[in-house]
């Protein structure tokens, strides 16, 4: 089975840094991938990591340990835009993607 | 936009009932997922075909079944509804089932049984 661990609410302001942090136990593991959620609507990709290290693009970048099966988002320069649900998803067997339940991220002004 | 296409985008129907929601993969695309996602569970993997076969299952119900056809488009069927079944129910797809293939997701078909 797998487990996947998220807070699941952080709150920060605009301009700000923020790190969403996810642990997961998976039996088999191809990659892990980030989606960004805002209500009702589908998830969107953000990120995928499958060596240990940290992946920048733009004002968004992931980190994974396997040994720790740890992975971090972080979401820099915030804005308004970024409140939203972001999901830490590890990759099993044949693909198939386990989703977390989600950090609510609120960026207030 | 995705170029996931899912419809309808809303359905109500009553329990007891039956549905079907069909999804059209990116151009491209031969694996398709679908997901389940209700306020008190995230998002839950249900099914997974690739090119016309079944590849990997999850928590789908005995009531739920679906398939992919040969021109990859995928219907997803759900009948004796329960009030617990109102969701929303998203497709994905991606190019393969590699490793590093992202998934694309539709917009989702909202579902509520009364």
């Known amino acids: 089975g797998q487990n996947i661990d998220q807070p699941t609410e952080m709150t920060a302001t605009e301009g700000a840094i923020v790190q969403i942090n996810c642990t997961y136990q998976?039996?088999?593991?191809?990659?892990l991938f980030w989606y960004q959620q805002h209500a009702g609507e589908a998830p969107t990709f953000l990120s995928y990591?499958?060596?240990?290290g940290l992946e920048e693009k733009g004002r968004f970048s992931s980190f994974l340990s396997r040994s720790k099966g740890y992975s971090y988002l972080l979401l820099k320069e915030l804005q308004m835009k970024d409140s939203a649900s972001y999901l830490c998803?590890?990759?099993?067997?044949?693909?198939?993607?386990?989703f977390g339940k989600g950090t609510m991220l609120l960026v207030s002004p | 936009d995705s170029g996931v296409t899912q419809t309808p985008k809303h359905l109500i129907t009553a329990t007891g009932q039956r549905v079907t929601l069909r999804c059209s993969p990116r151009s491209g695309d031969l694996s398709v997922y679908w997901y389940q996602q209700s306020l008190d569970q995230g998002l839950q993997f249900l099914i997974q075909y690739y090119n016309g076969e079944e590849r990997a299952k999850g928590n789908i119900l005995e009531r739920f079944s679906a398939q992919q056809f040969p021109d990859l488009h995928s219907e997803l069927n759900l009948s004796s509804l329960e009030l617990g079944d109102s969701a929303l129910y998203f497709c994905?797809?991606?190019?393969?089932?590699?490793?590093?293939?992202?998934?694309?997701f539709g917009p989702g078909t909202r579902l509520t049984v009364l």
């Open positions: 994905a797809s991606s190019l393969t089932s590699g490793r590093g293939d992202e998934q694309f």
């Open positions: 998976t039996s088999g593991f191809n990659g």
């Open positions: 990591n499958v060596l240990d």
């Open positions: 998803a590890p990759k099993g067997r044949y693909s198939t993607l386990t």
